[in-house]
């Protein structure tokens, strides 16, 4: 494309259109028909392959039409199978979007997201075949009305070429649809987990008309492991989310203590159950119960047992969630630092039941440790 040099009538000055100068007795230049409707239609191809539809009441179109084509690139070197896109991550320390609930006297509440987060997602670039992974910085964003007494989630997605927040009401057992993206504003089925298209962002629950609605965010990051190392006495807390359908924990010593006897154990109520040992020594066998029989206490997840100790711990939980609790298990293996006799080492295995409330997912689940040197945690969440 270029001015209609070629046509001696358009009255080009140096190659470029001027206006007319009564003052001089010059004429302004023309605009043939053809050039005009040239410059139209080149407009018009590149909106049309940002997928966008020429409207001549709008006018931000060939700006964002440039934006989506930038974003799907002119060819498809870039992309790649959408089942090879990254993990949808969210920017922030934990990985979670700050959200945050209104009340409103006539509906069920609204949801805000406040700009500035950075957050990667997959972009389509051909239909259920080939994607390429994009970031964006999140925009001021504020949600309709919420229906009252009813479950949604919070999800997100690229719409031609814009990060697009949106929600969706469902259960957290919804399944994965086959295009990997939610129905915005959806009745339904909205509660399956964030896949490489679609983010899923909070659960939010709401109550009736004037109440704040409940929001439990969701963890988005590469990888849904944490680690930490304590000392001394405190309580730690391992991250907890409404689409954990499992758990792992290994928790441990390595370090023991000179004078007193490390141990760690959960801070929440809720407990039933029983675990059993077995000790491994060459004077005899000997076969222990050791009931949670008390319901509804802590339960300790390990103890170095004596001065000196070193334990390592591992614990497997699953998750229900509709009704509220865990099931876990473990495995805690002991030896005596320095000791060299098999009545040092010891196996127990356990099983226990809890009833955990929202409050697990806002901060995570406590624990409990006294004596700690470099005692070490390593948490995962299994979806």
Known sequence: ??????????????????????????????????????????????????????????????????????????????????????????????????????????????????????????????????????????????????????????????????????????????????????????????????????????WVVTAGPGSVPIVRPIYNRSRLSWTQTVNGNGVVYLPLDPHARAARLVVGNPTPHPTAISSVGFAPAGWLGGNYCFLNPTIGTSNNWDGWATANAPVLIFSSNVVSDTTVSTLTASFDHAELRSLWQSYQTEHTWGASNAASDELLFSMGLKSHGLSDYASGIAVNFTAAVNISFSWELIR
């Open 1 to 202: 494309m270029d001015y209609p040099k070629s046509v001696p009538s358009a009255g080009l000055v140096n190659g470029k259109f001027v206006d007319e100068n009564p003052l001089m007795g010059t004429p302004g230049s023309l605009i043939p028909a053809e050039w005009g409707n040239s410059v139209t239609q080149e407009i018009i191809n590149v909106i049309r392959a940002g997928d966008l539809a020429p409207d001549e009441k709008k006018y931000d179109q060939l700006l964002q039409a440039i934006q989506s084509v930038s974003a799907k690139g002119w060819n498809l070197d870039s992309a790649m199978p959408i089942g090879s896109l990254p993990t949808a991550t969210v920017a922030t320390t934990d990985g979670r979007l700050p959200i945050t609930p209104t009340a409103f006297a006539t509906s069920g509440g609204r949801l805000s997201i406040l700009p500035g987060v950075l957050v990667s997602l997959g972009q389509e670039v051909l239909t259920g075949q080939l994607g390429r992974p994009r970031t964006f910085t999140t925009q001021a964003w504020s949600s309709a009305d919420l229906l009252p007494n009813s479950g949604y989630f919070l999800r997100a997605q690229v719409v031609a070429g814009v990060l697009t927040f949106y929600t969706q009401r469902g259960t957290i057992y919804d399944a994965t649809p086959e295009g990997l993206k939610g129905t915005i504003n959806g009745t339904a089925g909205g509660g399956f987990q964030s896949t490489p298209l679609d983010l899923c962002l909070a």
